[in-house]
């Protein structure tokens, strides 16, 4: 569940106007990275890019004041938990259909209930949770400029991973920013097991979305989330890693040498592409304390299967079918305990799938940015009747 948080593009997100407090410091190099100090000595290395300002500002967002109601979706649920560990889910709304959607019943919708047992039965009390609200979901264009799209990595590798993205995105006018965690590629490495928490790591992130985000990247207006073979939606646990599939205490023995081969399993295949990618010590670096510690720090138990049935922001979902860390199951499950929720499965790819098949990851983020749901029924123009 790791790269659940830390694996996945985090489309649209996170923002604040432009003269939000964000780091301390940065430092810009020749090379075309940033270095930001988001804490005292926590430097991290960023690649920010994108076009030059536009000389026109680009088109107003549809006012809702104006009674423009394309793009809103009515998010309707029920969670109940029981004290015996069953979790009921029940879609009291329709959901927005989409070519991308892979609905459980077939036909392009989410199931109306599904029931889910809780890891632990006897955690939690009694109680319902209702979930009745309206989102505005609209197109992330590159023409738009209060849109940013951030990138995270996961654990053992670095910014260089989405160089393909990165790229593909920036010729299609879009601002993309990607960081280095901390311990990872080019940014500082504490020799402190704390600093590799998932609290840790998530303030990071903090920083990094309000130093760059824009008008739509705001917290509280989070637009679209992808992930990348991010896991099921279980809360995290330092004794046990979706990633590896092992107990914490077997990786303090881990070798650079026995990471390595870590590593070399998220390849589907092992020709001269992938070989090469694994000999550029800027794409995968990082230590045995660094990986001990992140794999020993990964502790979240918030992110349960509650929290994720509460969420209402759609979500793509992105796996590798050849994937040896995260079983295909576990996307599946995270796809149905999610509202909105579009399950993408690549035939040839697998833990590094953008990397292996850039092209067709590319063009499945695209439609996700530029996807945006029918208006509703009410919504439509009625053409007046001729006399």
């Not at 069953?86 to 709304?93: P, Y």
């Not at 889910?116 to 400029?145: N, W, Y």
């Not at 990071?204 to 309000?210: E, T, Y």
């Amino acid at each position: 569940m790791l790269t659940g948080v830390t694996d996945g593009i985090f489309c649209c997100l996170l923002g604040a106007p432009p003269n939000a407090v964000g780091p301390l410091e940065s430092v810009e190099s020749s090379d075309g990275y940033t270095f930001v100090e988001v804490k005292p000595g926590r430097v991290l290395r960023v690649k920010h890019a994108g076009p030059a300002p536009a000389p026109t500002p680009p088109p107003p967002l549809p006012d809702t004041a104006q009674g423009d109601r394309s793009g809103l979706v009515r998010c309707q649920r029920r969670i109940t938990v029981y004290r015996n560990g069953r979790l009921l889910v029940e879609n009291l709304g329709r959901a927005p259909r989409a070519d991308l959607l892979l609905g459980q019943n077939g036909s392009g919708e989410p199931p109306a209930s599904l029931e889910v047992e809780l890891a632990d039965p006897s955690g939690s009390p009694k109680r319902t949770i209702h979930i009745d609200c309206e989102k505005r979901i609209t197109s992330c264009k590159g023409t738009q400029a209060d849109v940013v799209l951030f990138f995270i990595h996961g654990v053992g590798g670095s910014l260089a991973i989405w160089k393909e993205q990165l790229d593909f995105f920036v010729r299609l006018g879009y601002e993309v920013v990607a960081p280095d965690l901390a311990g990872h590629g080019a940014s500082s490495a504490p020799q402190v097991a704390a600093a590799y928490t998932f609290y840790a790591l998530a303030e990071d992130m903090r920083a990094i979305f309000k130093r760059y985000a824009k008008k739509r990247n705001y917290p509280d207006l989070v637009h679209k989330v992808i992930m990348i073979n991010g896991g099921g939606p279980t809360a995290l646990e330092p004794s046990f890693c979706s990633i590896f599939n092992m107990p914490t205490c077997v990786l303090h023995c881990l070798s650079p040498c026995l990471a390595w081969s870590f590593l070399k399993a998220g390849f589907a295949r092992q020709g001269a592409k992938e070989k090469q990618l694994l000999k550029e010590g800027n794409a995968f670096n990082v230590s045995s304390f660094v990986l001990r510690a992140m794999m020993s720090g990964q502790y979240w138990p918030e992110g349960d299967e509650v929290y994720h049935a509460e969420l209402t922001v759609p979500v793509l979902l992105v796996h590798g079918m050849h994937d040896k860390f995260v079983p295909v199951e576990e996307d599946q499950r995270m796809a149905e305990i999610l509202l909105l929720a579009f399950l993408k499965l690549i035939d040839e790819g697998s833990h590094m799938v953008m990397l292996e098949c850039p092209e067709t990851v590319n063009t499945l983020l695209h439609e996700f940015l530029l996807w945006e749901p029918e208006p509703p029924p009410s919504a439509l123009t009625v053409p007046p009747e001729k006399k």
